[in-house]
């Protein structure tokens, strides 16, 4: 560090303002006289993309193991599991002179349209903030930083670069930020990569609330945030908002602004310094790691499809599998051959190898005979002949296994899905060969939700196998033959139709703008409170075996909101083979006083049993279990009360509830103000005493305005109580200032000095 101070101490603005910009497509700049390094920045959340070629975006990069993308690793729900991922992605980042690989992505699945949900991990910000933790410390374990991306508020690809996303403060606090905030507490990434978009009409880059304010100064973030690639516009604003290093370089317009600015007194050097000391510990803390050497492309592999095979959700089986040694199958689909594995654009992956599904299962078949059928085109053409020869093919089998994957002309970094169907000729093709071989098995690969509608009454099983990355086609072989038993959860709804889905109406805006109108209740939290079914929802996954859930219990009855509690449960193995289950607790808040989802994710684990074994589990719950953001209080609060506690399977399977009783110890200020209503008097501890001698005077004086006795109705047929509690105290007294000592305001400020007063005690 000292070295570091004497360095900073001897640059120049000149070199100063370089450094906070890159050198090249992926590198930082050095400045070779006081032997500061360039270190070398790239993608991406699931393989390391690195270019042969510093100036290049779209150059094959070098060979590296393919993983499966956040949606397959989300639904693994496993920390430990996405940590030996997040090591094994570090130790490549590092053999290939990697400093800071390009991840993990995120943002909340906003809407199952969102072209880049494939690289996201959940629509829930506990889970995915659980989970990215777990990855940025494994890929840190190795020296290599992690860049966590894209702060924030980056849920669709429509209008990426500029879309401005409105959020009011307790939907940005408690939905998209929220995985962010633990990823930066648990994980500490070295970096964090502001988003393209706009917030509030503010573009990220530029965004000081979020960077410094929140980012750096709440949290505690001490790394370095760097910007998405070209998400800058004017250098001198975004550091001043907290933006360290601009990607990519060079740009030596905007660093000659950053010393004019600095010259002319319109940048305060204080702010550049800043940055530059945040790039500095970066750069040193990356240049130490010894780079080179080779990685185990083998033990990689195995890792791939052992994460493929637990992130694959079963999501209908009517007892086909695991499959009992068919002498014929019928392999039909392109996907079977040509394995979807991965999404288009800035995470796309030179795999070291790729496992073909169709020579993977014939591995495992033993003496079955394979046959094969593309069953659809590469394009969006349709082709009746395509699906006459499945059909027929699909006939002369025992089984059926269809493989679909959802083309990249419809799923992509760049663009979103105008809706959540598979391709028309695909939809046809799982229809002609379902009504001829009831013994079918649709393999899914895809990235995010899609509605099954059409034919999901068709198939005996289906999996979701995601983009399952360069194993998975070994993996979809495992599962299929119960070599492996499915363990994967979804960590995102499945809806019935496109109608249903929370932001339908809202996504993706136009014109430069998107309203986040369903404000907190995205996912499972929308569909709950709207008593909506769903096809598949948040948590679900089937198993070849069955849990018992029994005994649960907490480490208190109740409990101060800062100590939290522990829930225990007993979970049972009650099938016939060794299995995975996730358990899931949820939060519910008996009585708010701001409207709150009817159930939260608060905690998970994973634990695997044998045959008639039972295991307990203990899952802690701290004070965020409980609390919200309370835009008034502009803090997070946990509400004197009862809660209940949810332990289930999914997020529509609970199956046990116990029930909680939580004090509160915050001390909260009195945020009474001109405009509080009475009701809002009346619930405020402070302000309730301080009203409280004036109350039945003016309860009484507004039922008599109304012409009504006390609690009846007045002339105008309404409760005079009623009415009175929704209005500000100060309006009201307005209405009868004629029968007031001293104008309305002047009582107003009295009891907001006194309320004030109390509340200080
Ligand atoms: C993407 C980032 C990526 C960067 C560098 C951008 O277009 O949004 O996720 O890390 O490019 O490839």
Known sequence: MSDIQSIFSQLTLEEKAALCTGASMWTTVAVERLGVPAIVLTDGPHGVRLSPDVNSIGKTSLPATCFPTASCLAATWDRALIRQVGEALGAEARALGVGVLLGPGINMKRDPRCGRNFEYYAEDPFLAGELAASFIQGVQSQGVGTSLKHFAVNNQETERFRIDALVDERTLREIYLTAFETAVKIGQPWTVMCAYNKVNGTYCSEHRQLLTEILKQEWGFEGLVVSDWGAVHDRVKSLQGGLDLEMPGPQPRRTQAVIEAVKSGSLDEAVLDEAVRRILRIVFRAAETPKGGAFDIAGHHALARRVAAEGMVLLKNNGILPLQQPRRIAVIGRSAKEPYFQGGGSSHINPTQVDIPFDELQKLAGDAKLSYCEGYPATPAFDQALIDEAVVVAQMADVALLFIALPAFIESEGYDRADLNLTPQQTALIRAVCAAQPNSVVI????????????????????????????????????????????????????????????YINFPGGAGQVRYGEGIFIGYRYYDAKELPVAFPFGYGLSYTSFAYSNPRLSAASFNDVDGVIVFVDVTNTGPVAGKEIVQVYVHDRKASLPRPPKELKGFATVVLQPGETQTVAIPLDFRAFAFYHPGYRQWIAEDGEFDILIGASAADIRCTVRATLRSTLKLPCILNRESTVREWLADPAGRVAFDPMYQMIKAQTAAMFGAGEGGEGGIGMDPTGFMMEMPLLSLLQFQESSLPMPAEAIVDMLLQRAHEIAAQ
């Open 444 to 503: 899914l690969n895809n990235g995010s939700a899609l509605t099954m509608g059409e034919w999901l009454d068709g198939p005996a099983a289906v999996l979701e196998a995601w983009m399952m990355g360069q194993a998975g086609g070994g993996a979809i072989a495992d599962v299929l033959f119960g070599r492996v038993n499915p363990s994967g959860k979804l960590a995102e709804t499945f809806p019935l139709r496109l109608a249903d889905v929370p932001a």
